[in-house]
Every structure is written in structure tokens, then in C-alpha cells.
């Protein structure tokens, strides 16, 4: 049997007014997501457990099957994993973002999607002027970077309260700022950033950067070393990992995935959907079980943007579901999908909401629930919930899903 999980990031959402009462999901035409409805069992699952923020590296590692409130240590040391940066017993790891803010409001968590080019010269250009012997900093992708504090737990770093910068758009950054003694180790190198990035001059040579530039660094998302078992040791089945974001390939490398990067995989509404599809078939021919995540939907939620959105919509029904669906068809042997959003991330508030998300599972072995088409409207009439989301996995591998 073969296993494939697709995740769009964030592509719940809310009725728009706009839409006639409708989602982007709702308004969108995905005839391939309503195929496998019809003809798959349609649920809803509660990915963010009681207590937790409801953030990807939270829900993500539910739909992979781990119980947050057992493993979950921090998005910054799942992102660290797949930068191949090493954690000691006591460091602490912090999700770093290039922002840009104006007049001490924050007005881009992504300070303009800056290329991954630009932002690894100021990333270096920090590190030169701000790490030392336990600060390190570490270039990621586009506005995703990372910070390592060496034995930072000496210094309680891990427990001061950090917001992440997608949360406080439009808002005077004073009230989010870290606080508290421990909180000043943060707030010190922040805002010695906005003085470093103030100029974009690096080395006396002037930076070409797009519109709303890099202006300061935001440091959130802080974690010690996670320890969690492989994913084959609990499902007995290998496979791979496709995305675009650290975070999800971090969380595939520690629980023993291969982490598949695929060119023209960006994060973003540009990446390349085919490609990914297409990769990920190619990986079943060795592994038995692969895990496809797309981010533009998110972005575009973030973004408060509803025309790309829908399109994100649409292309992932296209270009990632309608591709595997067409392969699979011709294949012979035994095959089973989930489809689901990890979160919703509703564009009247540019953030992630802590809502039940529907899945819908197809493939061999499954027998219709009788629903109709894949969206939010739908999947609350669904009377399948699962109530923790770690358990939707071995729901998908090991169940015989009879409905009738």
C-alpha cells in the first residue's frame, strides 16, 4: 500500500461577503477535491490540541502523528534540523524573521518576500556584527531565518514569551516586544538589528532590496532539542517529505524521513506545483508513503489576498491533486490519499485560527460517507471528528474505512 498526505497550508477559511457568503475553497473550482470527496469519506479533524498556539509546527506534527503536548518543544530546533545545524543539550533555537516595520508598527512579517539571495547577505552581515560565541545566526529561505543561543536555558531564554510577527500586522510592536530580564537578551539584539539594517549597506556596498525592506529582525518561535521517535518505529512504513519550508522538512528529518527538495519549490504563490507532484511520485517508487505541503494558500491568507488565494486553491486542485489522481489511475497496486489543511488562516484576520479543519481520505479500502464536495460547509456536516489530531495518521494507515 502506498500513502500519500497532501497538505495546503492554511487554505481554510471564513464566508466572504464578497463571494456571495462563500469560502475561497467554496468559490473555487476544484473538481479533483470534489472527485475524492464523492467517492472517498469525508471528517474533521481538531489539529491544535486544548492550550496550544494554533500554529503550523503545532499542527503539523499532529497530522504526522505526534502528540504535540508530548513532543512539541518549539518550532526553532524543527526548523534547525533541516538547516543541519546541531543542538546541544541546553541550547536554545529561535525562529528569526526579516520584518519590516514602520514607524514602530509592523507592516510585513516577510519584509516584502525578500529573495533568499538578499537575505542570506544580511543574515551574514548580522552574524558578523551581532554573534559572538553563544549568539550564532543562520540564513534560511526568503524571510525565514534562524537564531542558536548556546546553553540559552541558563538563561531562561526558552521561557519568555514570543509573538509571532504574523499576528501583530498593523500593530505598534512596543506591546509584543520580549520583556522581563531574561527578555532583554532578545530585545537587545532587535533592536540593534533595525540600526544595522537601517542603512542596507553591507561592507560598504549598497543592497538592492525590493520594496518594503528588511528593516529588523523578529525573534520568536524558541525551542530546546526535540526527541521523538521515527516514524517508521511507529507506523511501520518509510517514505519521504516535499515542501518548501524549513519547518515541515525539519520536522521529516528528525522523525527519519527522506526530505525530498524539489527545484521550483518556493514557499510562495510562484512555486512550482507540477514539480512537487511529480517528485513525489517518483519517491513512492522506492518509499511507501510520501507528505506533499504547499504554502502559498497560507501566504495568501496572511496576506489578506483573495484573489491569490483562490488561485492557490485552484492550482494545488490542478496541478498537485488532478496530477496524482491522473498517474495513480493508471498504476496498478493498492494506494490511499488524505487531504487536509492544517490550520485555517481566514483572510479577514491574516492569522491562523485554533477551528476544526475537514480531511478527506480516498483510496483502496474506502468506502463513501456520502458527501458531495470538499469544503468547509460540507465537512461540519460530516459526523466523522476526530477530536486529536495525532490520531488522523494511524486513522489513515491502518483502518478499514467502511462506511456503508
Not at 556584527?129 to 536555558?153: C, D, Q, T, V
Not at 519547518?247 to 521529516?252: E, Q, S, T
Not at 514557499?267 to 507540477?274: E, R
Not at 485560527?353 to 456536516?381: C, L, P, W
Request: glycine share 10%; proline share 5%.
Amino acid at each position: 500500500m502506498k500513502y500519500i498526505v497532501l497538505v495546503p497550508d492554511g487554505m481554510a477559511d471564513y464566508p466572504i461577503e464578497a463571494l456571495g457568503g462563500k469560502t475561497p475553497l467554496e468559490a473555487a473550482k476544484t473538481p479533483n477535491f470534489d472527485f475524492v470527496v464523492k467517492e472517498g469519506v469525508l471528517g474533521r479533524v481538531k489539529t491544535v490540541p486544548p492550550g496550544f498556539p494554533p500554529a503550523s509546527d503545532v499542527a503539523n506534527l499532529s497530522i504526522f502523528g505526534y502528540d504535540p503536548q508530548k513532543y512539541y518543544t518549539g518550532r526553532g530546533p524543527l526548523e534547525a534540523a533541516n538547516l543541519g545545524i546541531q543542538l546541544n543539550e541546553g541550547d536554545v533555537a529561535f525562529r528569526c524573521n526579516l520584518v519590516t516595520v514602520e514607524k514602530d508598527a509592523l507592516t510585513d512579517y516577510s519584509a516584502g518576500h525578500i529573495s533568499t539571495k538578499e537575505a542570506q547577505v544580511l543574515i551574514n552581515f548580522i552574524n558578523e556584527k551581532l554573534g559572538n560565541e553563544n549568539i550564532s545566526f543562520y540564513p534560511g529561505i526568503s524571510y525565514r531565518h534562524l537564531m542558536l543561543a548556546k546553553n540559552g536555558i541558563n538563561q531562561g531564554l526558552e521561557k519568555i514569551k514570543c509573538v509571532p510577527p504574523h499576528d501583530i500586522l498593523g500593530k505598534n510592536i512596543a506591546k509584543h516586544l520580549p520583556k522581563g530580564e531574561s527578555g532583554k537578551v532578545l530585545l537587545d539584539l532587535m533592536q540593534a538589528s533595525r540600526e544595522i539594517l537601517a542603512a542596507h549597506e553591507v561592507n560598504n556596498v549598497r543592497i538592492d532590496l525590493k520594496e518594503n525592506p528588511a528593516n529588523m529582525l523578529w525573534l520568536w518561535g524558541q525551542g530546546v532539542k526535540p526527541n521523538m521517535p521515527l516514524f517508521h518505529d511507529k507506523f511501520g512504513i518509510s517514505g519521504s517529505v516535499i515542501s518548501a519550508v524549513d519547518l515541515i522538512k525539519g520536522i521529516g528529518r528528525v522523525v527519519g524521513l527522506e526530505v525530498i527538495d524539489v527545484p521550483g519549490a518556493t514557499g510562495y504563490y510562484d512555486t512550482d506545483y507540477f514539480a512537487k507532484a511529480k517528485y513525489a511520485l517518483k519517491s513512492l517508487d522506492k518509499g511507501d508513503f510520501v507528505y506533499v505541503h504547499v504554502e502559498a494558500a497560507d501566504e495568501a491568507g496572511h496576506n489578506g489576498d483573495l484573489r491569490e488565494k483562490i488561485a492557490a486553491i485552484e492550482r494545488f486542485d490542478q496541478l498537485v491533486l488532478g496530477t496524482i489522481l491522473d498517474i495513480l489511475k493508471d498504476k496498478k497496486g493498492d494506494f490511499r490519499l488524505l487531504i487536509l489543511p492544517d490550520h485555517a488562516t481566514p483572510l479577514s484576520k491574516r492569522t491562523h485560527v485554533n477551528d476544526e479543519v475537514g480531511f478527506v481520505i480516498y483510496g483502496s479500502g474506502v468506502i463513501s460517507n456520502g458527501y458531495s464536495n470538499f469544503s468547509e460547509t460540507e465537512a461540519r456536516k460530516s459526523t466523522l471528528l476526530i477530536e486529536e489530531g495525532h490520531r488522523l495518521m494511524e486513522y489513515f494507515i491502518k483502518t478499514q474505512i467502511n462506511y456503508r
